[in-house]
T-cell receptor, first 109, second 112 residues
Framework: EDQVTQSPEALRLQEGESSSLNCSYT??????LFWYRQDPGKGPEFLFT???AGEEKEKERLKATLTKKESFLHITAPKPEDSATYLC??????????FGQGTRLTINP | NAGVTQTPKFQVLKTGQSMTLQCAQD?????MSWYRQDPGMGLRLIHY???????DQGEVPNGYNVSRSTTEDFPLRLLSAAPSQTSVYFC???????????FGPGTRLTVL
């Protein structure tokens, strides 16, 4: 059974304080690892897809990396507008997305 | 271009009542799906469809029905609502061959 575990559950940072969010996964035949951002009261918004170990993708202050067992979402010099819940999901051989519980990130000014 | 729309935004039901959550998209995406989101549980797949006339079960299908008569619409029916179905429901779409899934704004359902 495909599984995704995200840590920490919640993270509070000061503006400009860089950090990383973790997504550990087990999946049979990885077809993709996905990162989403979700603001309160809204639907998830797509950020990145990673397909193979060693792959990296960047968007503004965010960089996602992938190994065979986990993915990291690195946040460099975050701003208050980066506050959100970040969701990780995997797609395996069953072609269905399995989501983690999310990490709630708060950036204090 | 409205993207993915869901109605209603909020709904309160009594145990045993039935209702339909609506989802519509104007992007001509073949793949549509329904998720529920509960605190501490993440998003869980209820049902999905790879095209008009084709539906399949996800992780938590019990108590829900779907149909897909057109590309644009994918309604989710609660047959006899139970308190355990209190949740936020999201509809999502995907174009075949692409990885970006688009989510609607959600419907917050409370069953008393």
């Amino acid at each position: 059974e495909d599984q995704v575990t995200q840590s920490p559950e919640a993270l509070r940072l000061q503006e400009g304080e860089s950090s990383s969010l973790n997504c550990s996964y087990t999946v049979s035949g990885l077809r993709g690892l996905f990162w989403y951002r979700q603001d309160p009261g809204k639907g998830p918004e797509f950020l990145f897809t990673l397909y193979s170990a060693g792959e990296e993708k960047e968007k503004e202050r965010l960089k996602a990396t992938l190994t065979k067992k986990e993915s990291f979402l690195h946040i460099t010099a975050p701003k208050p507008e980066d506050s959100a819940t970040y969701l990780c999901a995997v797609k395996g051989g069953a072609q269905k997305l399995v989501f983690g519980q999310g990490t709630r990130l708060t950036i204090n000014p | 271009n409205a993207g993915v729309t869901q109605t209603p935004k909020f709904q309160v039901l009594k145990t045993g009542q039935s209702m339909t959550l609506q989802c519509a998209q104007d992007m001509n995406h073949e793949y549509m799906s329904w998720y529920r989101q509960d605190p501490g549980m993440g998003l869980r797949l209820i049902h999905y469809s790879v095209g008009a006339g084709i539906t399949d079960q996800g992780e938590v299908p019990n108590g829900y029905n779907v149909s897909r008569s057109t590309t644009e619409d994918f309604p989710l029916r609660l047959l006899s609502a139970a308190p355990s179905q209190t949740s936020v429901y999201f509809c999502a779409t995907l174009m075949q061959g692409f990885s970006e899934q688009f989510f609607g704004p959600g419907t917050r359902l409370t069953v008393l």
